[in-house]
T-cell receptor, first 112, second 116 residues
Framework: EDQVTQSPEALRLQEGESSSLNCSYT??????LFWYRQDPGKGPEFLFT???AGEEKEKERLKATLTKKESFLHITAPKPEDSATYLC?????????????FGGGTRVLVKP | NAGVTQTPKFQVLKTGQSMTLQCAQD?????MSWYRQDPGMGLRLIHY???????DQGEVPNGYNVSRSTTEDFPLRLLSAAPSQTSVYFC???????????????FGEGSRLTVL
């Protein structure tokens, strides 16, 4: 069964305290891993696409990396405005169709 | 640029009532989808469509119907609401590349549904 698991469920950081979020997956037919950010009361917003093991993408204080079984979202020197829920998703392409399956998310709170 | 528009934002139903959640996008996206988001469960795919007249089931399709008569609209129908359908519903769309969704979904703001 295709599974996407994110850890930890919640993360409390002091401003400037770097950390990493994990997204592990056991799927067949994987065609890409995606990271999203979701603010309270809003829909998720796309951040990154990763396709191959070893690939890295960066945006401001965020860097996403990918291995064969998991992805990490590194937050460097976070600021309070980085507080959000971060979601990862995998795109599964099979003969029966194509869909995006999401993990449960990691809630990040950055305190000043 | 409106993007993905969902209506209503909030709705309270009684068990057994029916309703339709509306979703419209103005980006000419072929791929549209509906997700529900519940605490601790993440986003779960209900139904999706790769074009007008084409729909398919996701992970949790039971109790929901969809249709796609135009590229822009993808309504989600609850025929007989149940308390288990209390959730936040998100519509999302994206382009297709080689018949596959690009993975870069554009989401609406969500519709919060409570079934009593």
């Amino acid at each position: 069964e295709d599974q996407v698991t994110q850890s930890p469920e919640a993360l409390r950081l002091q401003e400037g305290e770097s950390s990493s979020l994990n997204c592990s997956y056991t799927v067949s037919g994987l065609r890409g891993l995606f990271w999203y950010r979701q603010d309270p009361g809003k829909g998720p917003e796309f951040l990154f696409t990763l396709y191959s093991a070893g690939e890295e993408k960066e945006k401001e204080r965020l860097k996403a990396t990918l291995t064969k079984k998991e992805s990490f979202l590194h937050i460097t020197a976070p600021k309070p405005e980085d507080s959000a829920t971060y979601l990862c998703a995998v795109r599964i392409v099979k003969a029966a169709g194509n869909k995006l399956t999401f993990g449960g998310g990691t809630r990040v709170l950055v305190k000043p | 640029n409106a993007g993905v528009t969902q209506t209503p934002k909030f709705q309270v139903l009684k068990t057994g009532q029916s309703m339709t959640l509306q979703c419209a996008q103005d980006m000419n996206h072929e791929y549209m989808s509906w997700y529900r988001q519940d605490p601790g469960m993440g986003l779960r795919l209900i139904h999706y469509s790769v074009g007008a007249g084409i729909t398919d089931q996701g992970e949790v399709p039971n109790g929901y119907n969809v249709s796609r008569s135009t590229t822009e609209d993808f309504p989600l129908r609850l025929l007989s609401a149940a308390p288990s359908q209390t959730s936040v519903y998100f519509c999302a769309s994206t382009l297709l590349a080689g018949g596959t969704n690009t993975g870069e979904l554009f989401f609406g703001e969500g519709s919060r549904l409570t079934v009593l």
